[in-house]
C-alpha cells in the first residue's frame, strides 16, 4: 500500500519559517504528481504547491514568493520550506499523489500536519 507521513508541523510566529517533510512509501510508478495542500477551519481544501511526473512546479498565487516544495528521490521525501508565515497560512497541511495535478485527481493523502501561526 502507498504511505504518505508527515511531519514538520508546529505553531510560529507571523514572520517565522518552517519546513514540512512527507514521506512516501510504496509508490513504485513515478508517473505521478505530488503536492501539498491544506485546509482551515471552515474551508475547502486547497492546493499550495504541487510537483507534476515532468517535473513542473505549480504554486498558488498566494505562496508564491514565499513557499517552495521540492523533492529527493533517494530519500523518497517530499518537502516544503515555508518563509514568511502569515496568520492565513495556518491550517492541517496535507501531502498528496495522483495521476495528474488537479485537486480532483489527488486519491492519495497523509494524516495531514497542523500548522499554526499566531
Known amino acids: 500500500d502507498v504511505q504518505l507521513v508527515e511531519s514538520g508541523g508546529g505553531s510560529v510566529q507571523p514572520g517565522g519559517s518552517l519546513r514540512l517533510s512527507c514521506r512516501i512509501s510504496?509508490?513504485?510508478?513515478?508517473?505521478?504528481?505530488m503536492g501539498w495542500f491544506r485546509q482551515a477551519p471552515g474551508k475547502e481544501r486547497e492546493s499550495v504547491a504541487r510537483?507534476?511526473?515532468?517535473?513542473?512546479?505549480f504554486y498558488a498565487g498566494s505562496v508564491k514568493g514565499r513557499f517552495t516544495i521540492s523533492q529527493d528521490t533517494s530519500k523518497n521525501t517530499l518537502y516544503l520550506e515555508m518563509n514568511s508565515l502569515d496568520v492565513s497560512d495556518t491550517a492541517v497541511y496535507y501531502c498528496?499523489?495522483?495521476?495528474?495535478?488537479?485537486?480532483?485527481?489527488?486519491?492519495?493523502w497523509g494524516q495531514g500536519t497542523q500548522v499554526t501561526v499566531s
Open positions: 498528496g499523489a495522483g495521476r495528474y495535478c488537479s485537486l480532483s485527481y489527488i486519491t492519495i
Open positions: 510504496g509508490l513504485a510508478d513515478t508517473n505521478y504528481c
Open positions: 510537483i507534476g511526473s515532468g517535473g513542473t512546479i
